[in-house]
């Protein structure tokens, strides 16, 4: 592990130049499909397309989750009650962060587990605060103003409220733990430490003593009209193991279209600060080997009306196949 590790680390010096900054990999890098090897196949998983969109919504609602603003802190109360009544052991971790313009946020990541007392676990991820500049917007007049987050933060959360849900009604008895996290879209160009300031955080401040996650499994970018999710270059090399059972999770759903088992991007974002830490963590992200991330990154139109439903139950139903049948 310290091998690869170190690997990881030498090319994230070298290719990653800023959140979810995207560098090209050999897209006819093929993956054997394994999925007629899927052990322990059963009934398929119940994931509510439409709550999840519903959950989408609510972000949306509250306007962008902009660190230090009322929609950010109302989001955040929202999303700390929703998991509450889906009966998870919540806690909550503030921190003052500064940002690389000198701005201080003010922080929380949202920590929420059941069956707190299982030994091994799984972490799932999402961010939840949104872009606070347009700077990818086709019409320079737009730039200054925040994003929307509709799948770009809410639809990683939406997915993961959902499966929280599903949890409290049949709840499979393993360690699952969900954090929404702070602070991942505050960021410049060419400062990899001004990106994913939340989960740095948390990594170097563990919210319980002595807590560390078997696994991470990251969502972002989930909700998206026309979406793919090949394999992310840093989670095959830090999980190879892990993404494949992932994939056949999504095969076994039917999803194997949008999982297609090729090599993506080499994605700098939250689960990197794991892969650091020397735990496996793989990146569920939308990116098209041609054209990068969704075409809506970090525009004003990364709106409500770009989401797909049939996207989130994809993304849904393939972790829910994961944590059931593992």
């Known amino acids: 592990m310290q091998n690869v590790f170190t690997s990881i680390l030498s090319l994230i010096l070298l290719v990653s130049c800023s959140a979810k900054k995207a560098n090209s990999t050999d897209e006819s890098a093929g993956f054997q499909d394994s999925s007629e090897m899927i052990a322990n196949a059963g009934e398929a998983v119940s994931f509510d397309a439409d709550s999840a969109y519903v959950y989408l919504k609510k972000q949306v609602d509250f306007g962008p989750r902009v660190p230090n603003t009322d929609a950010h802190r109302l989001a955040g109360d929202w999303m700390v009650s929703e998991l509450k009544r889906h009966g998870a052991a919540v806690m909550e971790q503030r921190a003052d962060l500064k940002a690389f313009d000198g701005t201080m946020l003010k922080t929380r990541n949202i920590f929420g587990q059941f069956n707190p007392d299982m030994e091994d676990r799984t972490l799932l991820l999402a961010h939840y605060d949104c872009r606070p500049w347009a700077d990818e917007d086709p019409d320079p007049e737009k730039r200054k103003q925040p994003v929307d987050g509709a799948n770009d933060g809410a639809s990683g959360v939406a997915v993961l409220l959902e499966i929280a849900r599903q949890l409290s009604i049949d709840?499979?008895?393993?360690?699952?733990?969900?954090?929404?996290?702070d602070a991942e879209d505050w960021g410049t160009e060419g400062d990899d430490d001004s990106w994913a300031m939340g989960t740095r955080y948390f990594v170097e401040h563990p919210?319980?003593?002595?807590?560390?996650?078997?696994?991470?499994?990251?969502?972002?970018?989930?909700?998206?009209?026309?979406?793919?999710?090949?394999?992310?270059?840093?989670?095959?090399?830090?999980?190879?193991?892990?993404?494949?059972?992932?994939?056949?999770?999504?095969?076994?759903?039917?999803?194997?279209?949008?999982?297609?088992r090729q090599l993506g991007g080499a994605v700098t974002d939250d689960h990197v600060e794991f892969i650091k830490q020397g735990i496996p963590a793989v990146d569920i992200i939308e990116y098209h080997p041609r054209s990068g991330f969704n075409p809506h990154w970090h525009t004003s139109t990364d709106n409500i009306d770009n989401i797909d439903k049939n996207t989130l139950k994809a993304v849904g139903e393939t972790i829910l196949t994961y944590i059931m049948r593992n």
């Open 207 to 260: 919210i319980k003593d002595g807590y560390l996650p078997s696994r991470v499994i990251v969502a972002d970018m989930v909700g998206g009209k026309g979406a793919k999710f090949p394999i992310e270059y840093f989670s095959q090399q830090s999980a190879p193991a892990l993404v494949t059972t992932i994939w056949n999770a999504a095969a076994e759903a039917g999803h194997s279209a949008l999982f297609p």
């Open 171 to 181: 709840n499979p008895g393993k360690g699952i733990d969900i954090l929404f996290v």
